[in-house]
């Protein structure tokens, strides 16, 4: 059973700075897909980035140039940096494994980032 935990959520003004970061638990294979999610109140959940075990990353057309996704393997970690934070950024972030062996998805309970304007 894989368990994620999220941290660095918090309150930070527009145009602030904030790394999030997911620590794994659990067998983590090597073939897998980590990511960051996240849902606004009253909006569905949506990608806001992806990385895979070969390192290539997709991004969020709104996020782009300003977030950075990154994983350490050996840590079983995945950062988000997120850099230039707006208003509209305020969300409940998860981290979310895919692993694609076993074709299951874990998913974190969440940290909260909020950014005032």
């Known amino acids: 059973q894989v368990q994620l935990v999220e941290s660095g959520g918090g309150l930070v003004q527009a145009g602030g700075s904030l790394r999030l970061s997911c620590a794994a638990s659990g067998s983590i294979f090597r073939l897998s897909v980590m990511g960051w999610y996240r849902q606004a109140p009253g909006k569905q959940r949506e990608l806001v980035a992806s990385i895979t075990s070969g390192g290539y990353k997709n991004y969020a057309d709104s996020v782009k140039g300003r977030f950075t996704i990154s994983r350490d393997d050996a840590k079983k970690t995945v950062y988000l940096q997120m850099n230039s934070l707006k208003p509209e950024d305020t969300a409940d972030y998860y981290c979310?494994?895919?692993?694609?062996?076993?074709?299951?998805?874990?998913w974190g309970k969440g940290t909260l980032v909020t950014v005032s304007s």
């Open positions: 979310n494994i895919y692993q694609i062996e076993t074709d299951m998805n874990y």
